[in-house]
T-cell receptor, first 113, second 111 residues
Framework: DAGVTQSPTHLIKTRGQQVTLRCSPI?????VSWYQQVLGQGPQFIFQ???????GRGNFPDRFSARQFPNYSSELNVNALLLGDSALYLC????????????FGPGTRLTVL | SQQGEEDPQALSIQEGENATMNCSYK?????LQWYRQNSGRGLVHLIL?????REKHSGRLRVTLDTSKKSSSLLITASRAADTASYFC???????????FGRGTSLIVHP
């Protein structure tokens, strides 16, 4: 079985632009979480979706939004990009919404110039 | 929500030696997980230990959990160059079930 996949692998944007990142969970997994990892730090939780409903939101501004589709894939959108949004964005899937290990994708490296 | 604190921040050892890294937290937890991350890529789940467990093994990995001291340790025995990575502890905190990650320990194993 394929693992968690994310696209694109790398992305370069300029300040003020908008970006959409995509994630496909492991087959059978219904929960998708998004994390932002700045260089030298641990991943910071952004969103969790389970069965297409938002189950959790981290301390991120409203410029960040996400959704989950009927096939459980997910998109993370970031509007009005700032230099500080440059980071590795990680998607993780799990079978349930809690208490399970998460399986991470390889991440999308976003650079904002 | 609280963030775990891994100690040390960086660890450099020779192949064959053991590596021990620690994670401390402040509030009660239901479980604690350890992850490995190679060179800025995705994280790989290593072990999940529940609050009613004291020790868990997986291959060359040994994880302990001391809920009275609110700490956990990850021991990698007979380390290999391929163990070079960052290691993170993660646990649900603040009443949430979303795992919160610490800053990680950067391990370098010299061949």
């Amino acid at each position: 079985d394929a693992g968690v996949t994310q696209s694109p692998t790398h992305l370069i944007k300029t300040r003020g632009q908008q970006v959409t990142l995509r994630c496909s969970p492991i087959s059978g997994h219904k929960s998708v979480s998004w994390y932002q990892q700045v260089l030298g730090q641990g991943p910071q939780f952004i969103f969790q979706y389970y069965e297409k409903e938002e189950r959790g939101r981290g301390n991120f501004p409203d410029r960040f939004s996400a959704r989950q589709f009927p096939n459980y894939s997910s998109e993370l959108n970031v509007n009005a990009l700032l230099l500080g949004d440059s980071a590795l964005y990680l998607c993780a899937s799990s079978f349930k919404d809690r208490g399970n290990e998460q399986f991470f994708g390889p991440g999308t490296r976003l650079t904002v110039l | 929500s609280q963030q775990g604190e891994e100690d040390p921040q960086a660890l450099s050892i020779q192949e064959g030696e053991n590596a021990t890294m620690n994670c401390s937290y402040k509030t009660s937890i239901n479980n604690l997980q350890w992850y490995r991350q190679n060179s800025g890529r995705g994280l790989v789940h290593l072990i999940l230990i529940r609050s009613n467990e004291r020790e868990k093994h997986s291959g060359r990995l040994r994880v302990t959990l001391d809920t009275s001291k609110k700490s956990s340790s990850l021991l990698i025995t007979a380390s290999r160059a391929a163990d070079t990575a960052s290691y993170f502890c993660a646990f649900p905190s603040g009443g949430s079930y979303i795992p919160t990650f610490g800053r990680g320990t950067s391990l370098i194993v010299h061949p």
